[in-house]
């Protein structure tokens, strides 16, 4: 049995969830790597829930038949078992994406949760395309070069879950990888 199959049935036995619709499933494990990131600092912040609510939301609203208190519920449980799934949603995942090839969108899920507590995405990704003399567009764009940006915690178990998934082959997605981990220190 596959890794992917063999997941999703642990999944189904594990959470009394045998109805656990398998489409539901597979948006659990493109969301579970922005889970791990957001858990990378030892704690899951406010901001970083709002905006995995936001994410579930915008699912359920865009995917007909989807419960989003349940895609909540799960997200949570997750939350809560987050290492005890690690191994084998991520080969799920990987499995999944061999087929699928949605690697940036599970890159972007990442980095936007990180940025999500830490920052503003646009900062994190101005900051290393400005020209530093350009202080009247870092002022019109409320640049705060000040700001917190990606934790190195963050950062490192971005590059951690792709590298289990199999992602630095993809040249595009390398390249935001590298740009991410070239951010300053928060």
Not at 101 to 126: C, F, P, W, Y
Not at 146 to 169: M, P, Q, R, T, W
Not at 172 to 185: H, R, W
Request: proline share 2%; hydrophobic share 40%.
């Amino acid at each position: 049995m596959s890794a992917y199959h063999t997941a999703l049935e642990r999944y189904r036995n594990e959470r009394n969830a045998h109805h656990l619709d398998e489409v539901l499933f597979q948006h659990l494990l493109y969301l579970f790597p922005a889970i791990l990131v957001a858990q990378a600092d030892g704690h899951v912040d406010t901001t970083e829930v709002m905006h995995l609510n936001k994410l579930v939301i915008y699912i359920t609203e865009n995917q007909s038949g989807f419960n989003e208190d349940q895609l909540k519920s799960e997200i949570r449980y997750l939350m809560w078992n987050a290492q005890i799934w690690r191994v084998a949603l991520l080969n799920a995942l990987k499995e999944l994406l061999a087929k699928t090839h949605k690697g940036r969108e599970v890159i972007d899920l990442m980095i936007s949760t990180a940025s999500s507590s830490t920052g503003s995405l646009i900062n994190n990704i101005l900051l290393s395309t400005l020209n530093p003399s350009n202080d009247s567009v870092k002022t019109s764009l409320n640049f705060d070069p000040a700001a917190e940006f990606i934790s190195e915690v963050e950062k490192n178990e971005i590059v951690n879950v792709a590298k289990h998934l199999g992602l630095f082959n993809d040249k595009g997605i390398l390249d935001t990888i590298n740009l991410i981990m070239n951010l300053p220190k928060s």
